[in-house]
């Protein structure tokens, strides 16, 4: 998963913010710990949702697919080149 944190997770969150999606009222402090409200919450799950859903064109097919859809691709790849199905795990470049 960890390749694709920044392009998934992280710029989700970035995005949400940039978009005015999540505001300063969507979290709740207590002390110096900070967390999601439960609105904030479903405003992000719902981000990350449309995230997913996003389509892009995989290096190796060359068809579309959406980001849920690479993961399972991605895994399975991943599960043939540790078994030596496949010399290489092909990367994913955004853009």
């Known amino acids: 998963m960890e390749p694709f944190r920044p392009i998934l ?6 995005t949400a913010i940039n978009n005015g999606e999540v505001k300063p009222r969507d979290f ?3 002390g110096r710990a900070c967390a999601l409200s439960p609105a904030g919450r479903k405003k992000m799950i719902a981000a990350f949702e449309r995230r997913l ?3 892009i064109t995989h290096p190796v ?5 959406s980001w849920r859809r690479l993961l399972e691709v ?3 790849l991943l599960g043939r080149h540790l078994g030596g ?3 290489e795990l092909p ?3 955004p853009r």
């Open 28 to 30: 709740v402090w207590a």
């Open 61 to 65: 097919f060359g068809y579309r697919i």
């Open 85 to 87: 199905e496949i010399p």
């Open 74 to 76: 991605q895994t399975r």
């Open 91 to 93: 990367a994913i470049e």
């Open 9 to 14: 997770a992280d710029s989700c969150v970035v």
């Open 53 to 55: 859903a996003t389509e």
